[in-house]
């Protein structure tokens, strides 16, 4: 199921504590600590139901907990670097002491936030901007050496969906992933994941351009990541609305599957394990 490029890809933190396989496509379980998430903001708004969820997610079988602090739905304004740690900072310390042995990722375009996140017990980080919103994210990554996820978004939360438009989305994210994974190589960090940004600043048929070309992608050898999870591609098309577009997420899960996704980043655990399953034994026959 995985891409030839990437299917014996191992990350491990700098300790060696930590490793990421992609011999199979990994479940990463979204953990939102926000009160203004697309899809279920406020749900969580104290840490014992953050840990209820958290548990749930480790109970189905997720392989990755990616927390955010910091809302990135379309038009979401950005908060301070001191509020998305007080947000962030019991959270994460309350699942390493509760669950010292699963992976943790953050969602945060912040450098600093990256290295207290690191300090504090974290695995990766998973940075929506890819590096432009923080000039100082690749060096720290490249000091801290733990699994990054790079993704393309144009324009900010706050104005990427206004008119997205590119003379072609396919060829300017290859350009995007070959600039910025060569200035990461150069600082010595090659611990890459790659996610094209589904929703971050595209059209409709930009996302769907995208998730049909998603292996064209795995050229760069490193695995990719798809966030298909309930968003506005699979509304738009259907007719539903986030809170039931579970069975349209199972469907474009499924084409990222056999299109090369080494992790769907999703709000339903279980799901995504069982589409996981039926891919991996439809490909082995």
């Known amino acids: 199921m995985t891409n030839k ?7 491990a933190s700098e300790a060696g504590d930590k490793l990421l396989t992609f011999d199979k496509p990994l479940v990463m379980g979204i953990i939102n600590l926000t009160p203004d998430s697309f899809y279920d ?9 953050v840990m209820q969820d958290v548990e749930e997610k480790i109970r189905q079988g997720v392989d990755i907990l990616d927390l955010g602090a910091s809302s990135s739905r379309p038009g979401a304004v950005e908060i301070s670097e001191i ?3 007080k947000r962030l900072e019991p959270a994460l310390m309350e699942i390493r002491k509760q669950f010292p042995l ?10 600093k936030i990256a290295e207290k996140s690191a300090a504090s017990g974290a695995n990766m980080i998973n940075d929506i901007s890819g590096g ?5 994210m690749f060096k720290t990554m490249a000091k801290l050496q733990l699994p990054y996820v790079l993704m393309h978004m144009q324009g900010t939360p706050k104005t990427m969906q206004l008119n997205p438009s590119y003379p072609n989305v396919i060829e300017e994210i290859r350009s995007f992933f ?4 060569e200035a990461l190589n150069s600082l010595g960090f090659n611990k890459l994941i790659l996610d094209p940004g589904f929703g971050f600043g595209k059209t409709l048929e930009h996302n769907y351009q995208l998730l049909k070309h998603l292996k064209d992608f795995a050229s760069f050898g490193y695995p990719l990541m798809a966030g298909l999870s309930r968003k506005s591609m699979i509304n738009n098309v259907i007719g539903t609305n986030p ?3 579970l069975n349209g997420t199972t469907v474009l899960n499924s084409i990222a599957l056999l299109n090369g996704a080494s992790i769907l980043r999703v709000h339903d655990v279980q799901e995504a394990r069982q589409a996981i399953e ?3 034994y439809y490909e082995k026959l």
Do not use: H, M, P, Q
């Not at 406020?42 to 014992?48: D, H, P, V």
């Open 5 to 11: 490029s990437n299917e014996n890809t191992a990350f």
């Open 41 to 49: 903001g406020g749900r969580y708004g104290n840490l014992k139901a």
């Open 83 to 85: 509020d998305e740690w």
């Open 102 to 111: 699963c992976t943790i990722s953050i969602d945060t375009y912040r450098a």
């Open 132 to 136: 432009n919103a923080d000039a100082e």
């Open 178 to 181: 070959k600039e910025k994974s």
């Open 243 to 245: 809170v039931t577009a």
């Open 278 to 280: 039926l891919i991996s």
